[in-house]
């Protein structure tokens, strides 16, 4: 747990984070779903307490521009644009606004569902499309978009609302072989 290995009490890091130590408690025993706000204090109290005040920011991770479809565009440019960029989700955007994603899993799940696979390669991305990935700020310290992609196969970076990034699992994995090396 990073707080211990920080070497802070439930109280201390509750007092570096402006939050109750009743509240990090319920946090450490998965009682509490904090706001990305919330973690974004904890991570910053915790990274501050361990490096000295240097944080590394989602934008210094994300990928950009981001690789994504539109609404109206075919699933078959979708498996296209995934397949030769080597990515497994792409955002749906229009008119600059995340309005949905798609997925290779959702692909595979709809074919062993017994779909047509020539019949939804013609479909619009509208038609297979799940909800929108979490969106996080370029200006977010890395440790919240690490919690939040435990739950999440990827998240959109935003400046200002608008979409600039994206963060996936992957990503996580290139972090790690950089400071490693």
Known sequence: MARIRAGLTQAKLAELAGVTQAYIAKIEAGEADPRVSTLEKISLALERATTGGRRTTVEE??????????????????????LS???????????????????????????????????????????????PFPTVSKD??????????????????????RPVGIITKADVFKLTGQKGA
């Not at 994300?62 to 995934?82: F, G, T, W």
């Not at 008119?95 to 798609?102: A, L, R």
């Open 140 to 161: 977010a310290n890395i440790e919240v978009a690490y919690h939040l992609l435990e739950h999440e196969p990827a998240l959109v970076v935003v400046d200002h609302g």
């Open 61 to 82: 991770l994300m990928s950009s521009p981001i690789i994504s479809v539109k609404p109206h565009d075919k699933i078959e440019q979708a498996i296209r644009l995934m």
């Open 85 to 131: 960029n080597d990515i497994s989700q792409l955002p749906v955007l229009e008119g600059g606004v995340q309005v949905g994603s798609i997925s290779e899993t959702t692909f595979i799940h709809r074919i062993t569902s017994g779909e047509d696979i020539s019949k939804l390669l013609k479909r619009s991305v509208t038609e297979m499309m799940d909800n």
